[in-house]
């Protein structure tokens, strides 16, 4: 067994030194970078295009007849692909400001332009509000990786099931009905209480932990009125009664359906998403990074990646399957990160630091391991 360097023996500054290297080595974003952005959106925007194509088609067939699902199925699963692809491989690298530097770069696809006001409604319309994932994301868990601050700090978030006083399997079972519905349940009210924080914090106030859920209060009523009801209405009550004309059984089939594609949106982020950072053999920290040497360490010791190869498996993954990389440098374009992931896997052999590579779905198990408190993060304690 490979016996990797201690945290407090890693020359943090020679490591700084090499990893900013990287950044001379690539270059800036260019238009063939810009191409690749586009024909991810094209692939995510077919997916969903596909789908939609298919529920027109089935309008034909009997209802709940097997030809109905089966298509239905396939349409729904298209959908959440699309879903998938408009968030993993198009907002969050524009919204890193990873295209901001290519030469005459349209607005709408820089960090200061995409999503903004009304364009959510065009360029990403989720549960979730961009301007408040951008702050939670970026901002706080980027900077923050492992450290109390991080506010996707999965082993802290779930300490309440570690907890319960329930059967392992009651535990598991939470955990997966979780998944189906982590946006909505998660990251909606989750980005609002971190963007309320973010306000408190300038008017020295304490920061709060509590997710407000009720709409008769403050911050509830900001929940439902612009993370909830805009989404909720246009995908589960306005979309369904487009198809009307072909009879009141077709639009609760369309509702079922895009019920469906939002639990396969759900299910497929939260595969991408999750492992990313939480497992028995990812590491946590008490205190702050105090250099920058520091905090490319916490990027390695705190990440894993998934498989890579072409861009069809890395649009599958979101390019999450390159989180050493992307946390290391989180405002490059996912094309880059195909070039920098052989230059920093020498690096981490230089300095004897493990990169984590594993399958997906070996990684979910873990996940999920960790979730129901059967297995605990590594914690470096302040040196």
Not at 291 to 304: A, C, D, K, N, T
Not at 334 to 344: E, R, T
């Amino acid at each position: 067994m490979i016996k990797y360097a201690d945290y407090k023996d890693v020359d943090k500054e020679q490591l700084q030194r090499d990893i900013d290297a990287i950044k001379e080595t690539i270059g800036d974003a260019t238009e063939e970078d810009f191409k690749h952005l586009l024909k991810l959106k094209r692939w995510g925007k077919g997916a969903s295009l596909f789908g939609i194509f298919l529920i027109v088609v089935i309008t034909v067939f009997e209802p709940n007849s097997f030809v109905f699902w089966t298509l239905g199925i396939i349409a729904a699963t298209f959908i959440g692909i699309g879903n998938v692809g408009r968030w993993a491989n198009v907002a969050h690298p524009i919204l890193h400001g990873a295209y901001d530097k290519v030469p005459n770069i349209p607005t709408r696809y820089t960090k200061k332009g995409f999503a903004s006001g009304k364009r959510r409604y065009v360029d990403w319309f989720d549960w979730i509000t961009p301007d408040a994932w951008a702050y939670e994301h970026n901002i706080m868990h980027h900077y923050h990786l492992g450290e109390l601050d991080d506010p996707d700090n999965v082993e802290r978030n779930l300490k309440w099931l570690h907890d319960a006083k329930v059967p392992m399997f009651v535990k598991y079972g939470v955990v997966y009905v979780f998944a189906v519905m982590w946006k909505l349940a998660y990251y909606a009210p989750n980005t609002l209480r971190i963007l309320e924080n973010k306000e408190r914090v300038k008017k020295k106030l304490e920061p709060t932990e509590d997710y407000q859920i009720s709409p008769f209060k403050k911050n509830g009523l900001l929940l439902w009125k612009d993370y909830i009801l805009p989404y909720g209405l246009v995908k589960f009550v306005i979309s369904p009664l487009v198809f009307l004309p072909f009879g009141f059984d077709a639009v609760i089939s369309v509702f079922f359906i895009l019920i469906l594609s939002e639990i396969v949106a759900n299910l497929w982020s939260f595969l991408v998403i999750v492992p990313n950072h939480s497992a028995e053999d990812i590491y946590q920290f008490s205190t702050p990074h105090k250099s920058q040497g520091e905090y490319y360490l916490r990027q390695i010791m705190g990440s894993v990646n998934y498989n890579t190869g072409s861009d069809l498996i890395d649009f599958a993954h979101g390019f999450l399957n390159y989180q050493v990389e992307h946390h290391l440098f989180p405002d490059k374009p996912h094309s880059f990160y195909q070039k920098m992931q052989p230059i920093v896997k020498e690096i981490c052999k230089k300095h004897n630091l493990e990169y984590r590579q594993e399958s997906v779905f070996k990684r979910i198990r873990m996940s999920v391991d960790l979730m129901v408190g059967k297995t605990k993060l590594l914690t470096i304690n302040g040196v």
